[in-house]
């Protein structure tokens, strides 16, 4: 078969040429400031990890979709599908006696087997932020703050931040006995927001009927008046107390987010999950309006350093989706444009020796300014003309007679106006363009 049939990249999966590149850098450049603000660390984990450990607590929709192979040695191992679980590895092992809290943050390639769509890809990058150690509602506010800041950043200002506490559905399942893997099947399909198919799941689990109807009232309360759905949820659940503590710890989280934010709509949606089976506790989304996938996900995850060995410890976490931020940045108009990519062109004319085109260059580039050298062996007039298609400020031209004299030929080629100077006077009227 012609290698002509494999030009498009694996399906799912994205060149990114420069524009594209460029603004995946304008949304890691905010990650990243927001590493910095909020004291977050970076770390860097291998792409490649044990399958058993990627697995544990994903849950079975992303453990369906992971890359999963064996290498030449017979190791089972899988591609990355999502950031915590190494992060969680690091902390129960080389970072075990670091001390708490820890604060990480990551900017990595993932990979999963999901159907390509429109903001859905088999590899896609996330900016991740782990605050590990503190069961307080203020780590969970603090990564919510993160995700706020995160969208202010990237100008996408009207967005909707959905909330719940996986805690609400599990403190009541657990107290009516629900085996855990059954727990786990009824939450990963209201994460698909299959209620039908989870309620059936409980029947077949004997649960009886009241409980049953209770599950599915719960699963119906949603909205942004989260004071009257909480009293509400409180009326229906009161009997268990997990259950009561995981909608005050939510009240509690509302009540000082919406005092220190007011613009983002918070959507409390007892009747939402999130697929990835090692929360604990508050999971939140964030969307904005004409794309119906969520930018940024995340939630506390209190058991999982625990189950990968490490001490008991408390966690809360998100990861943006950079790819999507992108994605929503073009539908709301707020892509900034490429840079102007300013640079001089230099033009070295038959007969210079190449060493003294070099030095040049090299000596403006020292100065912080960019050039292109003309390799194509074009003409000069081709090469003017490649030069001011380029946008580019000034040809330098250099020729023998001028080179022995240490001189060059400066063209604005706005103004079309030739000199012929010094390096020292040619440099200083480039620097002074450059602002350098
Ligand atoms: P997640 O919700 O699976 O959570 O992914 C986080 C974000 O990654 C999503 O909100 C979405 O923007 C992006 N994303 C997920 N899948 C794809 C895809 N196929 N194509 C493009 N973008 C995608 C996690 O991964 C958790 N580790 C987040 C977390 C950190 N929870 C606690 N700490």
Not at 208 to 235: H, P, Q, R, T, V
Not at 254 to 269: A, S
Not at 373 to 380: H, K, Y
Request: net charge neutral.
């Amino acid at each position: 078969m012609s290698l002509k049939s494999f030009l498009k990249p694996y399906r799912g999966m994205r060149d990114y040429l420069p524009k594209d590149l460029y603004e995946r850098r304008v949304v890691e450049e905010a990650i990243r400031e927001l590493f910095k603000l909020y004291c977050y660390e970076e770390v860097e984990t291998p792409t490649i990890e044990y399958y058993e450990l990627l697995a544990a607590k994903v849950g079975e929709e992303t453990r369906k979709t992971m890359y999963v192979f064996k290498d030449l040695a017979g190791r089972t191992v899988a591609l990355r599908p999502e950031g915590t679980a190494p992060i969680v590895r690091l902390v129960a092992s080389k970072l075990k006696t670091a001390p708490k809290p820890l604060r990480l943050g990551y900017i990595w390639d993932f990979y999963r087997y999901d159907e390509p769509q429109r903001g859905r890809y088999r590899r896609f990058y996330q900016g991740g932020f782990e605050l590990i150690g503190s069961s307080k509602p203020e780590a969970d506010m603090e990564i919510l703050s993160i995700s706020i800041e995160l969208m202010k950043k990237l100008r996408l200002e009207k967005f909707q931040i959905k909330l719940s506490d996986v805690g609400v559905l599990r403190g009541l399942m657990t107290s009516w006995g629900v085996d855990e893997n059954v727990q786990n099947r009824v939450l990963s399909l209201v994460d698909k927001k299959n209620y039908v198919e989870a309620i059936k799941e409980l029947e077949a689990a004997n649960l009886d009927e009241a409980s049953i109807s209770k599950i599915a009232g719960l699963f119906k309360l949603k909205g942004s008046n989260y004071k009257s759905i909480l009293a509400e949820a409180k009326s229906m659940v009161s009997l268990c107390e997990h259950s009561v503590r995981s909608l005050e710890n939510l009240e509690v989280i509302l009540d000082y987010m919406r005092d220190v934010y007011h613009e983002p709509e918070y959507i409390l949606d007892l009747g939402f999950a999130r697929g990835l089976e090692y929360y604990t506790g508050m999971i939140f989304e964030v969307f904005v309006e004409d794309l119906d996938i969520a930018l940024i996900g995340g939630g506390r995850y209190d058991k999982l350093i625990e189950l990968y060995g490490g001490e008991p410890t408390p966690a809360t976490g998100c990861a943006a989706g950079i790819d999507r931020l992108v994605l929503a940045m073009r539908l709301n108009n707020v892509t900034p444009p490429l840079p102007p990519n300013k640079r001089v062109y230099l033009y070295i004319l038959d007969g210079v020796p190449l060493s003294y085109g070099f030095k040049v260059s090299t000596e403006l580039r020292a100065n912080g300014i960019p050039v292109e050298v003309e390799v194509m062996g074009r003409s000069l007039s081709k090469g003017l003309s490649t030069a001011s298609k380029k946008n580019c400020p000034y040809t330098l031209i250099l020729g023998s007679k001028e080179a022995e004299a240490g001189l060059v030929t400066l063209k604005d080629m706005s103004t079309g106006l030739q000199e012929t100077l010094t390096l020292r006077e040619a440099f200083s009227r480039i620097k002074s363009n450059f602002n350098v």
